[in-house]
């Protein structure tokens, strides 16, 4: 193999893994807008043409998902988390077809219990301008459960003074630099 067939085939190696990574930071950048209510952040995550797709009477266009998504979280939980797992991309040029396995945990607005919902995530992304962004997601729910979630407000927890997830910018996540002088209150548990 000639040197230029070697580098050849790493600049398609290094293309490959530059986009799938790419790919994953945007079906990131969308979990975690979900869980800031950051509607910049997650409608970033979308085309201008794009379509969320949660359920056959919520689709949303993909740059206004926010509203419903902010919506939807706010008025059913106190504190949503969704967790990205298992992922699988095949990439064709600037197309990508995802899955991504979601894991969403929410505290009820009662703060005495929570559900935990999983399901996938089933994307095509395209790539446009040099960006990756969401063309169409249709979600799935495969198991949803119902807990206890009174541990949150026990002394063991109260005391330990953990920090809380927020809803906006003013989460710790935003805080740069990130220092142990800046917790403002309300904070913590």
């Known amino acids: 193999m000639s040197i230029e067939d070697r580098l050849a085939e790493l600049e398609g190696k290094l293309q490959y893994m530059t986009d799938r990574q790419q790919v994953l930071d945007c079906v990131a950048r969308n979990a975690r807008g979900c869980d800031r209510h950051d509607s910049e952040l997650l409608s970033s995550s979308y085309h201008q043409d794009g379509i969320d797709e949660h359920g056959i009477g919520h ?3 993909g740059p206004g998902y926010h509203e419903w ?3 939807v979280h ?5 504190q949503n988390m969704h967790h990205i797992t298992t992922h699988s991309c095949d990439i ?3 197309v990508a077809h995802a899955e991504s396995y979601v894991i969403g945990l929410f505290l009820n607005p009662d703060g005495e219990t929570a559900r935990l919902l999983t399901g996938r995530y089933v994307d095509r992304l395209e790539r446009r301008d040099g960006e990756w962004r969401i063309a169409l997601r249709r979600c ?4 949803i459960m119902q ?3 009174s541990l949150i407000k026990s ?4 005391d330990m003074g953990f920090l809380k997830g927020l809803r ?7 805080q740069r630099p990130l220092s142990l002088e800046d917790t403002p209150t309300g904070h913590r548990w």
Do not use: F, K, W
Not at 74 to 78: C, D, Q, T
């Open 59 to 61: 689709i949303n266009p």
């Open 147 to 149: 807990a206890d979630a």
């Open 168 to 174: 906006d910018r003013q989460d710790v996540s935003y």
């Open 140 to 143: 799935t729910v495969e198991v």
């Open 155 to 158: 002394d063991y927890v109260l």
């Open 92 to 94: 064709d040029g600037d």
């Open 69 to 71: 998504a902010n919506a």
């Open 74 to 78: 706010a008025s059913g939980s106190l």
